[in-house]
């Protein structure tokens, strides 16, 4: 049983930005089991400035379970400092979920096409981890299909024998398949998205990302959540797509970003 009621506030900021520190207003404002999809990516190992912003961990991922619906999933994309060896932060933020209560429904790769930087002495970092976390069996996913290289009808061996003979029968081969979970995207202007002003916050995911877990992990009308918002790509994707959404970030600048972001988008849609 929850221990906190859906208040008419918390249905009317639906569909919002809101400048908050996310604990905080999870804690006071958010009912048990309300969000079907969580996709944030949280700063980790000083590799971005945040303005001075910090959080904490583990406080987070315990209101997220709470918040997150039987079924929902949490996105958490996260890469590791790499400097003299791997921080391995992004293990320990799994280990975190794992322990509260989290089931670690699959470890994907976001690989960056065009790498930021090269190493000296190992070969060239190129991707960033999208540890998808799940409250229970996942209750949605409507998996994201490519073309594949052959389909029609084929013979192909079927039920060899022991005399070795290879008996062959016409097999229909599917025009598509299932996407793997390592999921590669441009990055940077054009690749990343078109909105400009996106870039005034020193880390944006790129918007097909966000769309691609969106699209797999929930229908339409569905909840879609980013406690650290940033410049408000996941509800962006989320309300292009026709799903209920709410950002949270403790910075009025990034905020004031997201808000003008999505005003811009919502007028080119009229």
């Not at 996260?78 to 921080?87: F, L």
């Not at 790769?109 to 190992?122: D, E, G, L, V």
């Not at 540890?131 to 009808?153: A, C, D, E, Q």
């Not at 029968?169 to 590669?184: A, H, P």
Request: aromatic letters at 12%; charged letters at 25%; glycine letters at 6%.
């Amino acid at each position: 049983m929850s221990n906190y009621s859906l208040s008419f506030d918390t249905m009317k900021v639906l569909n919002s930005f809101v400048a908050t520190e996310a604990v905080e207003y999870m804690k006071q404002s958010i009912p048990d089991d309300f969000f079907d999809l969580t996709v944030t990516s949280p700063p980790y190992d000083d590799l971005r400035c945040y303005k001075g912003y910090r959080f904490d961990a583990d406080e987070m991922i315990k209101q997220l379970f709470r918040v997150t619906k039987l079924g929902g999933i949490v996105v958490w994309v996260i890469g590791d400092r790499v400097n003299n060896g791997r921080s391995l932060t992004s293990f320990e933020h799994g280990l975190l979920f794992r322990d509260a209560g989290f089931l670690v429904h699959d470890v994907m790769i976001y690989q960056k096409k065009n790498t930021p930087f090269m190493r000296s002495n190992a070969y060239t970092n190129c991707y960033e981890f999208m540890i998808v976390l799940s409250k229970g069996k996942p209750s949605t996913f409507n998996p994201l299909k490519v073309p594949t290289k052959r389909h029609g009808m084929e013979l192909a061996v079927h039920n060899k024998g022991p005399d070795a003979i290879n008996k062959k029968n016409w097999v229909e081969l599917k025009k598509e398949k299932t996407k793997t979970n390592i999921w590669s995207y441009a990055v940077g202007f054009g690749g990343t998205t078109r909105d400009k002003i996106a870039f005034k916050h020193p880390a944006v995911f790129p918007e097909k990302l966000a769309q691609d877990h969106i699209l797999s992990w929930t229908n339409e009308g569905d909840i879609v959540f980013d406690p650290m918002c940033g410049s408000g790509t996941t509800c962006k994707m989320a309300a292009l797509n026709n799903r209920k959404w709410l950002g949270l970030d403790i910075s009025k600048e990034y905020i004031g970003i997201a808000n003008e972001r999505m005003q811009s988008w919502s007028k080119e849609c009229v």
